[in-house]
C-alpha cells in the first residue's frame, strides 16, 4: 500500500498549522508589547546613529 499521497497531505496540513500557529503567536506577542519601550529603543537608535556619524567626520 502506498502512504505517500497521505503522508503529503499530513504535512501540508501540520505544516499550515503550524505556519497559522506562529503568526498567531507572532500578532498577540506584537499587540501586547510594551509601548513605553518603543520610544526608548527610537531614543537610543538615533543617538546611536548619531554617535557614529561623529565617529566617522572626527577620523
Do not use: P
Request: glycine share 4%; hydrophobic share 45%; proline share 0%.
Amino acid at each position: 500500500m502506498d502512504y505517500s499521497g497521505w503522508l503529503w497531505a499530513i504535512i501540508d496540513i501540520a505544516a499550515v498549522a503550524v505556519l497559522a500557529a506562529v503568526m498567531f503567536h507572532a500578532g498577540y506577542q506584537y499587540s501586547h508589547r510594551n509601548r513605553a519601550k518603543d520610544a526608548a529603543t527610537e531614543a537610543t537608535t538615533r543617538r546611536n546613529y548619531v554617535e557614529e556619524e561623529r565617529r566617522r567626520h572626527a577620523s
